[in-house]
């Protein structure tokens, strides 16, 4: 695996080092740390700072090399990695007002819509990664997240909790809002849904990773950090679609968008290969398989 983390000597890029590095040191990767100054009288310090930053990963195991340029970050960050195969990027980030993180320098979400390789945004100091949470969608479109997932999982001999919300439905479709709250019942349901998340526990348990199955119900981003504090997890993995559709970005890539700005976890976020089914059309097929039965 080659990990490139991005520095501007900062804090939060510090934060982003450390948690690389766990992940770094247990799959015996190799890392590149990208110094990106705006200034060039700053480039003599930040250089000073890369070195001390390395040490760290060199005290894990790590074999690092450093590397700096200067400029807009966004953009020397999405030529950097256009130019170099890397397997992760990881960025910090911090967190304004409470309501938002927020990088001086760049943006963290436009990074990770801009390049193909999975970001990891860094916005808080965590010491472990031993609890991993997916944000399935329960659709096919989620698979490349769930792989990656599980070979980090594997490194890092961390647990994994796939985690599907649907949304709840009109009053008229009740039974459909109860199995939901059933988990084994939806399992055995054999709905699009069911395959969907079984095949996705199968692709973790096959890496020899613990992975465990929860519905919940209700607004999305909501339950989403609801699971996030009562799992304590360490890190939140979502999905993000490289088709440019206007309507879809609003209404589904915006989850992954609400979950960088408003988690207090690090979030990973890995680009499907494969288009979603729009909302509408997952809906229709759930009301229609637990729906009421017309006589």
């Keep these: 695996m080659k990990i490139l983390i991005c520095s501007?000597?900062?804090?939060?890029?510090?934060r982003a080092i450390s948690f690389a590095a766990i992940i770094a040191a247990a799959a015996k990767?190799?890392?590149?740390?990208?110094g990106i100054t705006q200034n060039q009288q700053e480039a003599a310090g930040l250089k000073e700072i890369l070195v001390e930053e390395s040490r760290e990963l060199e005290a894990r195991g790590v074999r690092v090399e450093t590397a700096m340029k200067s400029g807009d970050p966004v953009t020397e960050i999405v030529q950097w990695t256009r130019d170099r195969a890397y397997d992760l990027v990881a960025i910090g980030a911090e967190r304004r007002g409470g309501q938002e993180f927020?990088?001086?320098?760049?943006?963290?979400?436009?990074?990770?819509?801009?390049?193909?390789?999975?970001?990891?945004?860094?916005?808080?100091?965590r010491?472990?990664?031993k609890r991993i949470l997916i944000c399935s969608g329960g659709g096919a479109y989620i698979e490349n997240a769930v792989r990656f997932a599980a070979r980090i999982a594997k490194d890092l001999l961390a647990e994994i909790t796939l985690l599907n919300i649907v949304p709840e439905p009109p009053a008229m479709h009740g039974t459909l809002y109860r199995r939901q709250e059933d988990v084994e019942a939806l399992l055995k349901s054999g709905s699009a849904l069911a395959c969907n998340l079984l095949n996705e526990k199968k692709i973790i348990e096959d890496a020899g990773v613990q992975a465990t199955i929860r519905i919940g119900h209700g607004i999305v981003i909501d339950q989403i950090l609801a699971e996030v504090t009562r799992g304590d997890h360490d890190l939140v993995v979502a999905g993000s679609w490289a088709i440019r559709n206007r309507w879809r970005s609003y209404?589904?890539?915006?989850i992954t968008r609400e979950i960088v700005n408003r988690a207090d976890r690090?979030?990973?976020?890995?680009?499907?290969?494969?288009?979603?089914?729009?909302?509408?059309?997952?809906?229709?097929?759930?009301?229609?398989?637990?729906?009421?039965?017309q006589d």
Excluded: Q, W, Y
């Design 8 to 14: 501007d000597g900062s804090e939060r890029s510090k």
């Design 29 to 34: 990767a190799e890392a590149t740390i990208l």
């Design 102 to 125: 927020f990088l001086p320098s760049a943006k963290a979400h436009s990074i990770a819509e801009a390049i193909s390789a999975p970001v990891l945004i860094v916005p808080c100091e």
């Design 127 to 129: 010491r472990k990664l």
């Design 251 to 254: 209404a589904i890539g915006n």
């Design 266 to 293: 690090s979030v990973l976020v890995i680009r499907s290969d494969k288009a979603p089914k729009s909302l509408a059309n997952r809906l229709r097929k759930m009301v229609t398989k637990f729906g009421p039965k």
